[in-house]
């Protein structure tokens, strides 16, 4: 039997009902115990406004229109109700009720069963095999704190050693060696004696030994008992102590027997008279230079200083120029030269010079005939060939002394100022073997007793053709005519 109801109990049902058959499955006939039917419905209407328009049917939303115009609630949003007497009662049962309703529908989102999504089957394509990275090399543990002790080699000297081993190995005699010792020892010698501090003999020796041998400085540096570092350091003061008394060993002569027994040497080889000395140039191999590499290539193809030396009778250096590189032409580099100046200015004179036909003839150098046409010219040619051979002599002399400038050790690892500076001093150091008769391989040879050289002085001051016919005309014409006078006696 159904009990009574008030009006608003059944309206609420009903809405209740009819809302139960729509989405929502919550009974608010289940909440209104112990609350007012007024403030359950209410609560209702807010909640359900709450709900998106999009989850709303028709229906739902034409009784929520129906308790709300029921009730007397003109405003979804409005917080009084008719019948309350007082916003503080209603406030009191808002609050409990609507988190009710918030975790019943919290229960039925729970119940909902959600379709498990499938898992997509990702297709793996096969991979190539990673190559294995290399072993990491492994390096040696460095021990820390454990100084390398300094190992002091034997150094060499000329103590314990002959004469002739001297010779053999420095290319100098002991007397020499000792000579030039005294004359650089102010600029070689240790300012100390501390730290076994190399002395000036071992570094002069040293350095001979490079220059003589013609090895790397590795090679050289063992042999004399110091680092190749150590021996790289001290080569350049050597060097240039060396080179600061060039001129008490290469020059000219300064008085007049000098000039005289240069002139009288030259006579003694072909009869040539007032010769000076026989110029010519010589190539010294060097690596290729780093700037302006193409101008040190010479002719036969390899990289070179052209080095202009001017010789006497016995193979002495009397003038060097060696700051040109190998592509320079010779005579553009005795135009260059101080001798070439000294000739033209008056400074020196009293004699001529020889040189090849590469030359261009002057009235103070001898040039070969180019086309010989008469005996006389061809005694001449021969004369002047056997002359200008000292000077090919001395190259070969001064590159079998020091094979540091010969081509056939390799060149010289050096830039082409290094160069010029160590044929300086190999130059000055064959003057010193000269002055002390060392033995050489090349003899200069010399000609059956000839007459006195005549005492008259040559004439330079004509053309270069003029000076030359008459050399030919006053020493090979009367020559010619001799053998002539010979040829016809042993006729009759």
């Not at 390899?302 to 250096?317: E, L, M, P, R, T």
């Not at 070969?396 to 500076?421: E, I």
Request: with cysteine; aromatic share 8%.
């Amino acid at each position: 039997m159904r009990t009574a109801r008030s009006d608003g109990q059944s309206a609420a049902l009903a809405v209740s009902d009819r809302h139960n058959n729509g989405s929502s499955k919550i009974n608010i006939g289940r909440l209104a115990s112990g609350v007012g039917t007024i403030q359950v419905v209410f609560c209702y209407i807010i909640y359900s406004n709450s709900i998106k328009k999009s989850n709303k049917t028709k229906k739902e939303r034409a009784y929520l229109d129906g308790c709300e115009s029921l009730y007397g609630v003109r405003h979804r949003h409005t917080w009084l109700a008719k019948g309350t007497s007082s916003t503080s009662v209603f406030m009191e049962a808002f609050g409990p009720i609507m988190l009710l309703l918030l975790k019943a529908e919290q229960e039925e989102q729970r119940k909902i069963k959600r379709p498990k999504r499938r898992k997509e089957l990702k297709v793996v394509l096969p991979q190539k095999p990673k190559p294995k990275p290399p072993p990491a090399p492994t390096r040696k543990q460095q021990v820390l704190g454990v100084r390398r002790p300094r190992i002091f080699r034997e150094r060499t000297g000329l103590e314990g050693m002959t004469d002739e081993e001297v010779v053999e190995r420095y290319h100098l005699p002991k007397g020499a060696i000792m000579d030039l010792y005294e004359l650089i020892r102010v600029d070689i010698d240790p300012l100390t004696q501390r730290s076994h501090a190399i002395p000036g003999m071992v570094k002069l020796l040293n350095c001979l030994h490079f220059f003589t041998s013609g090895s790397f400085q590795t090679k050289a540096s063992a042999v004399g008992g110091v680092s190749q570092s150590t021996f790289s350091r001290f080569l350049v003061p050597v060097i240039q102590a060396l080179k600061k008394h060039v001129h008490l060993f290469i020059g000219f002569p300064t008085d007049k027997s000098g000039w005289q027994s240069l002139k009288r040497g030259f006579y003694q080889i072909a009869g040539l008279p007032h010769v000076i000395g026989a110029v010519d140039c010589t190539h010294v191999a060097l690596s290729a230079p780093h700037e302006r590499e193409e101008i040190y290539r010479n002719k036969k193809g390899y990289h070179s200083v052209n080095v202009q030396i001017i010789a006497d009778s016995h193979c002495k250096i009397l003038s060097l120029f060696s700051a040109f590189p190998g592509s320079s032409n010779e005579s553009f580099i005795l135009r260059q030269s101080s001798v070439y100046e000294g000739f033209e200015s008056g400074k020196i004179g009293g004699g001529w010079l020889v040189g090849g036909s590469f030359y261009t003839s002057l009235p103070w150098l001898l040039t070969p005939v180019t086309e010989p046409s008469t005996d006389a010219d061809k005694l001449y040619n021969e004369a002047q060939s056997r002359t200008c051979s000292v000077i090919e002599k001395t190259f070969k002399l001064l590159k079998t002394r020091f094979k540091c400038l010969n081509k056939s050790g390799g060149g010289l690892q050096y830039d082409p100022t290094k160069v010029s500076d160590i044929i300086v001093a190999c130059c000055i150091l064959h003057n010193i073997a000269v002055q002390h008769n060392v033995p050489a391989d090349y003899i200069v040879e010399k000609s059956r007793k000839l007459a006195k050289m005549p005492n008259t002085e040559p004439e330079l001051s004509d053309s270069a053709q003029a000076v030359r016919s008459r050399i030919i005309k006053n020493y090979f014409s009367c020559k010619c005519q001799k053998f002539r006078s010979l040829y016809s006696l042993k006729g009759h």
